[in-house]
């Protein structure tokens, strides 16, 4: 059985960082392709993040330079370091997995997490 699992997630003043993760359970991790999606209060689901199977990024224009996603194949595990810290990045983190092929569309992906909040102070 696949399992996601978050954490990291807290409370943090505006500028400051936290380094979440998702353990990966149940599947050969080096062989999918994982994301960040995040969800805000009272708007839709919003792609954040993704790395490819040789490791390569894509981030949503809004993260670009804050936030670096990176994968220890080795620990089955998804990190997402973000750094300067912005009260409109309050949300709840998830992390999203399909096989070989990421996608910016979360409809794309089969497993998800169950999330891990962020809450940013002004």
């Known amino acids: 059985q696949v399992q996601l699992v978050e954490s990291g997630g807290g409370l943090v003043q505006a500028g400051g960082s936290l380094r979440l993760s998702c353990a990966a359970f149940?599947?050969?991790?080096?062989?999918?392709?994982p994301a960040w999606f995040r969800r805000a209060p009272g708007q839709d689901r919003e792609f954040v993040a993704r790395?490819?199977?040789?490791?390569?990024?894509w981030y949503t224009d809004s993260v670009r330079g804050r936030f670096t996603i990176s994968r220890d194949n080795a620990k089955n595990t998804l990190y997402l370091q973000i750094d300067n810290l912005k009260p409109e990045d309050t949300a709840v983190y998830y992390c999203?997995?399909?096989?070989?092929?990421?996608?910016?569309?979360?409809?794309?992906?089969?497993?998800w997490g169950q999330g891990t909040q962020v809450t940013v102070s002004s």
């Open positions: 149940g599947l050969t991790f080096s062989t999918y392709a």
């Open positions: 790395i490819s199977l040789a490791g390569n990024s």
């Open positions: 999203a997995a399909r096989r070989r092929f990421g996608s910016s569309n979360a409809n794309d992906y089969n497993y």
